[in-house]
């Protein structure tokens, strides 16, 4: 199951400034997150899918990139999003 139109309007309206501010560095991250936790349960049922396991080392990368960005940019909101999103570093 794809990240529905719903689930996206709502990570928009938490972590944009408002609701058509979609392309906010938080925002992106905010929404390959929840790409990225689909696609941890899709592979955890279907362990050989490669294809699949390929993109969501894609979408890692990705994000890894954005934080990086925003770390650079504002380390507060840096912070304020992993906490959120309850990530690593």
Not at 18 to 28: C, F, H, L
Not at 37 to 60: A, C, F, P, T, Y
Not at 69 to 85: A, I, R, S, T
Request: aromatic residues 4%.
């Amino acid at each position: 199951m794809a990240v529905t139109k719903d689930s996206k309007k709502k990570l928009i309206k938490d972590f944009g400034w408002s609701e058509k501010n979609s392309g906010s560095a938080e925002v992106q991250v905010a929404i390959l997150t929840a790409r990225i936790e689909e696609l941890k349960n899709h592979l955890q049922e279907h362990k050989k899918d490669n294809h699949s396991r390929r993109g969501i080392m894609l979408m890692v990368a990705k994000r890894r990139k954005m934080l990086n960005y925003l770390k650079k940019k504002d380390p507060k909101k840096y912070e304020e999003v992993l906490e959120k999103l309850n990530i690593r570093k």
